[in-house]
């Protein structure tokens, strides 16, 4: 990491840096013995004495925390044990999370409110990752298997696929994307023995039929899904109280040694507007070149996304079908 500020030479700033990372996470500790205290002295004094050469001229070093940590942290530890304790990190944590992040997603206007929305928002991820933490797991079952090719074939397989004209532009689309994907997220797992199969349909576990098939009665189809989202992703992304939307292109069973994975490759819609996500009362999306794995068990249900008439790559949602 490089420094440059007027005319402080970057060695210096980045030597300041690294004694901080390093007192810093001796901090950090849950239990000190009495060498570990020795080694967090000498960590301090190297940080402050350096910090204060540096800035003494530019600043009158006036700051509590400093002064704190040159004067009074090792003998707080004697007293009250470690500091993540009672220092205020934990509430700084807090506050980055629940209020920092959520604002800078906001659009600036009526702040509190934008705040409020997305941390209900994330509420309702964290509810509906409990309520299916503890939900009785049904078998995923698996029906009109389309293919079956190992690993150490799949580059040449997908190649031969996605120029094939008597699949679906989407199943096309499909197998140029899997086997990049299939190497950036399990190349470290699977082997070149590995089985892989690809399925026309499964039947989800809240008893849904979810469909990417070439022909489903002499009809392609490929099914829109709503996709709960990690809570650790609801801060990345716009979403629906936490639901992103995908459209399923290829549905997939990866046989490894120990067990199987059970995963469907999407391309992702996107809300078409920011300060308008929604039209109509429904989610107004656009299709991005945004494709990934998705386990089956992280879809929530099928929806309906219809094209918005008259307009290029603009879909709805569909909130008002029974």
Same mark, same amino acid.
């Given at each position: 990491?490089? &420094?440059?500020?007027?005319?402080?030479?970057?060695? /210096?700033?980045?030597?300041?840096?690294?004694?901080?990372?390093?007192?810093?996470?001796?901090?950090?500790?849950?239990?000190?013995?009495?060498?570990?205290?020795?080694?967090?002295?000498?960590?301090?004094?190297?940080?402050?004495?350096?910090?204060?050469?540096?800035?003494?001229?530019?600043?009158?070093?006036? &700051?509590?925390?400093?002064?704190?940590?040159?004067?009074?942290?090792?003998?707080?530890?004697?007293?009250?044990?470690?500091?993540?304790?009672?220092?205020?990190?934990?509430?700084?944590?807090?506050?980055?999370?629940?209020?920092?992040?959520?604002?800078?997603?906001?659009?600036?206007?009526?702040?509190?409110?934008?705040?409020?929305?997305?941390?209900?928002?994330?509420?309702?991820?964290?509810?509906?990752?409990?309520?299916?933490?503890?939900?009785?797991?049904?078998?995923?079952?698996?029906?009109?298997?389309? $293919?079956? &090719?190992?690993?150490?074939?799949?580059?040449? &397989?997908?190649?031969?696929?996605?120029?094939?004209?008597?699949?679906?532009?989407?199943?096309?689309?499909?197998?140029?994307?899997?086997?990049?994907?299939?190497?950036?997220?399990?190349?470290?797992?699977?082997?070149?023995?590995?089985?892989?199969?690809?399925?026309?349909?499964?039947?989800?576990?809240?008893?849904?039929?979810?469909?990417?098939?070439?022909?489903?009665?002499?009809?392609?189809?490929?099914?829109?899904?709503?996709?709960?989202?990690?809570?650790?992703?609801?801060?990345?992304?716009?979403?629906?109280?936490?639901?992103?939307?995908?459209?399923?292109?290829?549905?997939?069973?990866?046989?490894?040694?120990?067990?199987?994975?059970?995963?469907?490759?999407?391309?992702?819609? /996107?809300?078409?507007?920011?300060?308008?996500?929604?039209?109509?009362?429904?989610?107004?999306?656009?299709?991005?070149?945004?494709?990934?794995?998705?386990?089956?068990?992280?879809?929530?249900?099928?929806?309906?996304?219809?094209?918005?008439?008259?307009?290029?790559?603009?879909? $709805?949602?569909?909130?008002?079908?029974?």
């Amino acid at each position: 990491m490089i &420094f440059v500020v007027d005319d402080l030479h970057n060695k /210096d700033l980045s030597e300041v840096y690294m004694k901080w990372n390093e007192m810093y996470l001796l901090s950090r500790l849950e239990t000190f013995k009495e060498s570990d205290l020795k080694i967090f002295k000498k960590a301090i004094d190297d940080w402050t004495n350096l910090f204060i050469k540096l800035f003494q001229n530019i600043s009158e070093l006036k &700051f509590s925390k400093l002064h704190s940590w040159k004067y009074h942290i090792i003998d707080t530890i004697w007293k009250y044990e470690a500091i993540n304790r009672y220092t205020t990190e934990t509430y700084e944590s807090l506050h980055k999370t629940y209020v920092k992040i959520p604002y800078r997603l906001s659009n600036k206007r009526d702040v509190e409110t934008q705040i409020m929305k997305i941390i209900w928002r994330k509420a309702i991820i964290l509810q509906k990752q409990m309520e299916k933490k503890y939900k009785t797991s049904v078998p995923l079952n698996y029906t009109s298997k389309l $293919f079956d &090719f190992k690993f150490s074939e799949a580059s040449e &397989f997908c190649e031969k696929q996605k120029n094939n004209s008597n699949l679906n532009e989407k199943m096309r689309k499909g197998f140029t994307q899997f086997f990049n994907h299939l190497k950036l997220d399990f190349l470290k797992i699977i082997s070149t023995d590995t089985q892989i199969k690809i399925f026309g349909s499964v039947t989800l576990n809240n008893s849904t039929f979810l469909c990417a098939t070439n022909k489903y009665y002499d009809n392609p189809w490929f099914s829109n899904i709503a996709v709960i989202m990690d809570t650790d992703e609801l801060f990345n992304y716009q979403s629906n109280s936490g639901t992103c939307y995908a459209q399923t292109l290829l549905v997939t069973q990866i046989v490894l040694s120990n067990k199987s994975l059970y995963l469907a490759l999407v391309q992702w819609y /996107d809300f078409k507007s920011r300060n308008t996500p929604f039209v109509y009362g429904c989610p107004w999306l656009e299709l991005v070149e945004k494709y990934n794995f998705i386990e089956i068990e992280a879809i929530e249900e099928i929806v309906h996304i219809v094209p918005r008439f008259d307009k290029k790559n603009e879909y $709805f949602v569909n909130k008002y079908i029974f």
